[in-house]
């Protein structure tokens, strides 16, 4: 556990320092691709069961890309981490989606892309007591009230929803990119 832990926090530290550079907010780089998240979607919901069981909760991330620059760019890979909001104002880190998929941009344009993420209860567990388990202290929470109350709530997105460090990596004539971003939903 003591490894995962180290791992885990060297991951979110790595990430925090690539996230952006001083002065510019996320995606407002000239000439890379933009990105934007435009919502949060349930793909397949299933009542809750009480921990120790699994039950699993999907949900679709849609993100616009827009193409400013002149030039084909294509998407090599993509990296965000999910956070939701325990408490008004306080998220915690729930996971890390990352895709392979090549897909090509053409120039002066925006398309949306989509990322499906397969949770469930348990896996959550993991992480609120692994990466989380500090702020769950600081904050009092319990765990599984807290993952309980994210999937009565998620119907209605009555809690905001986080992706952060997001990284993309695109590759054009002219170089490889790379293009981190961030985003809420619902956006407030």
């Not at 392979?100 to 499906?116: A, D, K, L, M």
């Not at 929803?161 to 956006?187: L, Q, R």
Request: hydrophobic share 40%; glycine share 6%.
């Amino acid at each position: 556990m003591r490894q995962i832990r180290i791992i885990l926090a060297i991951i979110l530290a790595l990430g925090a320092l690539m996230a952006c550079k001083p002065g510019l907010l996320p995606t407002e780089e000239g000439g890379k691709p933009k990105i934007t998240l435009e919502r949060v979607e349930i793909q397949s919901y299933f009542p809750w069961v009480d921990l120790p069981a699994r039950t699993p909760l999907e949900l679709a991330y849609v993100f616009n890309i827009e193409n400013r620059s002149g030039h084909n760019v294509k998407l090599d890979n993509f990296k965000f981490t999910t956070y939701f909001e325990a408490t008004p104002g306080e998220y915690l880190m729930v996971t890390t989606p990352t895709t392979y998929e090549q897909v090509y941009f053409p120039p002066q344009t925006t398309s949306q892309y989509r990322v499906v993420n397969l949770l469930d209860s348990f896996t959550i567990n993991l992480s609120l007591a692994v990466a989380n388990a500090q702020k769950i202290q600081e904050l009092n929470l319990n765990r599984a009230e807290t993952i309980k109350n994210w999937y009565i709530k998620i119907q209605d997105f009555g809690f905001g929803i986080k992706v952060a460090e997001g990284m993309a990596v695109f590759a054009s004539d002219k170089g490889d990119m790379f293009v981190p971003f961030e985003g809420t939903f619902p956006k407030k």
